[in-house]
């Protein structure tokens, strides 16, 4: 009995030392390299040639250790990087062998830079479904689950960025992102920011209004178990970071997040998300299309993004212009200065673009934020200063019973001074519709 179990056992043992062997030899990334220098090979002769073959088949990896990261993409994609496979020819036309587009490489050298401070992904994986590939359209995505079996990476919440999103990338080195021509819609996204209210609400690395969250320290690094899906009506695959800021730009956020406002679940009743719906027309201009455009929800989430946190050591970065301040501008008039607070403290968050219609906001008495062009010329101006140094903490409910209204009137004592206010006040008289005229 003992003897049968030893020489089965040493079967078995065999067997495992077979398989073993056998998944050395065929590791997923060892074909790529195989075809790589065989491609190489058939285009050279001699003792080029030769060189070319007497390559090894090992793991290729970058160790960028100034920013944290060890990246083994270039084990498959063996044409990218000509320190790690010296690039004879350089005409491969087909992922993973073709060569690297335009200037990054050149300009980042990828001994330092690795990839994944740009693409994003898993860099240590060595495997297609691992290194976290993001198809650009469903059409990629079937194809690749056919020939990849292709699947989100599991345990992983950084999957790579397809353009332009790859651009929130370069934010974080760049800050002169604003003038370069590859970072358009990152540019876009953060002006968009600063003109449609988000920061009236949000903050963004700690500036802003008082509603909402961070968008550059919290959502952009907002872990996947804390967001709730559930209204998002996204399959299990598109659950991603990127998807659930977007959504919050093309759908109603009282859809995402409806609340409990007839405190079915919850003891209190609370009302759904204060943020405005930016896929329909604004009030300022109602016919035209989504406040929000397909492309202007892309270009906000890439800079949304930009703000995930990486170390990024001093060398690595570029210095930008910075931010002008109300003295250093150079407005044409006081109105136009005023025009410009205005935006910068994101009054349009609750009083819409250009103060022409209030937004919607949930069991306030009226439903709408007050439309300044027509309240602003009940105020003398210092009450209007006092209102807005003020604000209003406390709103008259609709249904008393009803929920809290998610928005209510901060007070912008402490920031908004002197010339600043001045200038506010005189934009808000300049816009103010006249009383004849309703
Ligand atoms: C196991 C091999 C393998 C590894 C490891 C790998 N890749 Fe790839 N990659 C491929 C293959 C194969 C394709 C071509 C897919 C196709 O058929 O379109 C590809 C395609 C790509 C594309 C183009 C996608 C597109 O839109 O067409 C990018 C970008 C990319 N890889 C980046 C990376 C980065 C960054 C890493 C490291 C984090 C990496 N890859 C690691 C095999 C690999
Ligand atoms: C400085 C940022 C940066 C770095 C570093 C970088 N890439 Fe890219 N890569 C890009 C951008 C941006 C694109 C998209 C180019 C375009 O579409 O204009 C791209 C495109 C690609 C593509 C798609 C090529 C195609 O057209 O199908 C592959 C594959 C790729 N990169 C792999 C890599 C690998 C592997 C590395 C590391 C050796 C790397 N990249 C390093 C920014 C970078
Ligand atoms: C990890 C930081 C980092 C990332 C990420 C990064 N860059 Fe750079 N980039 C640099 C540094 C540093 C330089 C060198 C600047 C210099 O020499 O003055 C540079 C140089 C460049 C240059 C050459 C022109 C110049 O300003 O010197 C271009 C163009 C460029 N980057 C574009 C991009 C784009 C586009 C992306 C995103 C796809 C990107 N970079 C991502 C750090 C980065
Ligand atoms: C009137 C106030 C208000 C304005 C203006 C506003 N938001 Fe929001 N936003 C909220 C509230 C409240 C939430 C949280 C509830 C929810 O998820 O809908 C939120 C949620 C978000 C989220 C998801 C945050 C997370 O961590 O889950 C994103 C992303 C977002 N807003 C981006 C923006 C951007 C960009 C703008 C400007 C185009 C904007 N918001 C304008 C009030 C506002
Ligand atoms: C988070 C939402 C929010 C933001 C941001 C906001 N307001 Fe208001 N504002 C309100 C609400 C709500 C009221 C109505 C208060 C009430 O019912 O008395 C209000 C009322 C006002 C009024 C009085 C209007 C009237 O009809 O009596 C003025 C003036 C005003 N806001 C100016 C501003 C200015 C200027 C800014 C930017 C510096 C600003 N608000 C930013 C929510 C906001």
Redesign the pocket.
């Known amino acids: 009995m003992i003897r049968k179990l030893f020489i089965w056992g040493n079967v078995l043992l065999f067997l495992f030392f077979l398989i073993a062997i056998a998944k050395d030899t065929f590791r997923p990334w060892m074909p790529y390299q195989r075809n790589y220098r065989r491609m190489q090979a058939d285009a050279e002769t001699g003792d080029t040639q030769k060189a070319i073959l007497s390559r090894p088949i090992e793991i290729k990896q970058v160790l960028a250790t100034d920013?944290g990261q060890v990246d083994r993409c270039i084990t498959c994609h063996q044409g990218m990087d000509n320190i790690a496979t010296p690039s004879l020819t350089n005409n491969f036309t087909e992922n993973p062998y073709k060569s690297h587009p335009g200037?990054?490489l050149q300009?980042?050298a990828p001994d330092k830079?690795g990839c994944v401070?740009?693409h994003g992904g898993q860099g240590i994986a060595t495997d297609f479904v691992g290194a976290g590939h993001t198809p650009h359209s469903e059409a990629q995505k079937e194809e690749w689950r056919r020939k990849y079996g292709w699947h989100p990476a599991e345990h992983w919440e950084h999957p790579m960025l397809t353009q332009p999103y790859?651009?929130g990338?370069?934010v974080?080195?760049?800050g002169?992102f604003e003038s370069?021509p590859?970072?358009q819609a990152a540019a876009q996204g953060k002006h968009l920011m600063e003109t449609h209210g988000c920061l009236g609400c949000h903050q963004w690395h700690g500036w802003g209004g008082p509603i909402s969250v961070d968008l550059a320290e919290e959502t952009a690094n907002k872990p996947l178990t804390r967001i709730d899906f559930s209204h998002s009506g996204l399959d299990a695959e598109d659950r991603t970071l990127l998807n659930w800021i977007q959504l919050h730009f093309l759908k109603d956020p009282w859809e995402l997040n409806p609340g409990d406002p007839k405190a079915l679940v919850n003891t209190e009743p609370i009302a759904p998300s204060g943020m405005q719906n930016f896929a329909l027309p604004s009030a300022a201009s109602p016919d035209a299309g989504p406040e929000l455009s397909q492309d202007d929800a892309v270009a906000l989430t890439t800079y949304i993004l930009s703000a995930q946190s990486a170390s990024?050591p001093h060398?690595?970065?570029?210095e930008g212009p910075p931010e002008k301040t109300f003295e250093q501008m150079h407005f044409s008039s006081r109105i136009q200065a005023g025009k410009w607070v205005y935006d910068k403290y994101g009054c349009a968050a609750c009083h819409g673009l250009g103060a022409k219609g209030g937004r919607r906001n949930f069991n306030y008495l009226g439903l709408y934020e007050p439309a300044l062009v027509k309240s602003v010329s009940n105020y003398t101006r210092d009450e209007l200063r006092k209102k807005i140094q003020d604000g209003v903490a406390v709103l008259n409910k609709e249904d008393p019973k009803g929920p809290t209204p998610p928005l209510y009137m901060p007070s912008w004592k402490d920031k908004i001074k002197g010339d600043e206010m001045e200038s506010l006040l005189d934009y808000l008289f300049s816009i103010a519709e006249k009383q004849e005229e309703f």
Request: proline share 0%.
């Open positions: 920013l200037d990054y300009n980042h830079y401070i740009c790859i651009q990338s370069c974080k080195c760049h002169n370069m590859e970072t990024i060398a690595y970065y570029v």
